[in-house]
C-alpha cells in the first residue's frame, strides 16, 4: 500500500508492505484480546494513524470487541472510568515512582508514551489530591495501549499487566507514592 502526502512543492510517499499490515493487525488483535479477557475495556482507533490521550469517547467498544472492528484497528485505546484510569506524569517522574512502589512490594502497570510521558494505571476509585498536579485520564476519556503507534514511535510497556499480574492498584497507593516523591524533587510539598 502506498500513502502519499504532502503539497505540490514536497511530497513523501510512504510504502507500506502488506505483511507489516498483517503482523501489526495480529499483534493489536492479540493485545486487545488479551487486555478483554482481564476485564479492560478497549476501544478499537480506526480513524487515525497517530493516536493521543482524549477526552471525546466516539465508538465504544466493551469486552469482547468483534474481531472486525479490532482488526482494522491501528491503535487499541483504553476506556477509561470503567474500573481503570490512567495516571500521566513525566517518564523521570515515572521511573522514580516506580522505584518507589516496588520498595513498598507494589508493581503497577506502566506505559511509556513515544514523547517522553508515563501512563501509570489505577482503579478507578476517585480522585487525585489537587496539590499533585497530575494528569488523571477518567470517565469519558480514551487513552493507547501498548503496541499502539504514534507519530514518533509506539507506546510500549514499562512494567506490563502481566508482570503486575493484571493487577492494578487502588489510586491511594498510587497517591501516596507520588507524595513521596514529589518531595524528593523539591516540588514544593
Not at 489505577?122 to 504514534?150: D, I, K, Y
Request: one cysteine or more.
Amino acid at each position: 500500500m502506498r500513502v502519499t502526502f504532502g503539497t505540490d512543492n514536497f511530497r513523501m510517499d510512504l510504502m507500506v508492505s502488506t505483511l507489516e499490515q498483517e503482523r501489526a493487525t495480529l499483534d493489536t488483535r492479540a493485545w486487545a484480546a488479551k487486555y478483554a479477557e482481564h476485564g479492560w475495556r478497549v476501544v478499537p482507533e480506526t480513524s487515525s494513524l497517530v493516536p493521543t490521550p482524549r477526552s471525546s469517547v466516539g465508538r465504544w467498544v466493551v469486552n469482547g470487541a468483534g474481531d472486525s472492528e479490532i482488526g482494522k484497528a491501528p491503535a487499541i485505546f483504553l476506556a477509561c472510568g470503567y474500573g481503570i484510569d490512567a495516571v500521566e506524569i513525566s517518564a523521570g517522574e515515572g521511573q522514580l515512582v516506580l522505584s518507589r512502589l516496588a520498595l513498598s512490594g507494589v508493581s503497577i502497570p506502566a506505559a511509556a508514551t513515544p514523547l517522553g510521558r508515563y501512563l501509570l494505571f489505577v482503579r478507578s476509585t476517585g480522585s487525585m489530591h489537587p496539590a499533585l498536579n497530575v494528569g488523571v485520564h477518567g470517565a469519558g476519556e480514551q487513552v493507547p495501549l501498548p503496541p499502539s503507534p504514534h507519530l514518533c514511535g509506539r507506546y510500549r510497556w514499562v512494567v506490563g499487566p502481566v508482570d503486575a499480574g493484571w493487577r492494578v492498584p487502588e489510586l491511594d497507593i498510587l497517591q501516596d507514592a507520588l507524595f513521596v516523591v514529589f518531595r524528593s524533587l523539591s516540588k514544593g510539598f
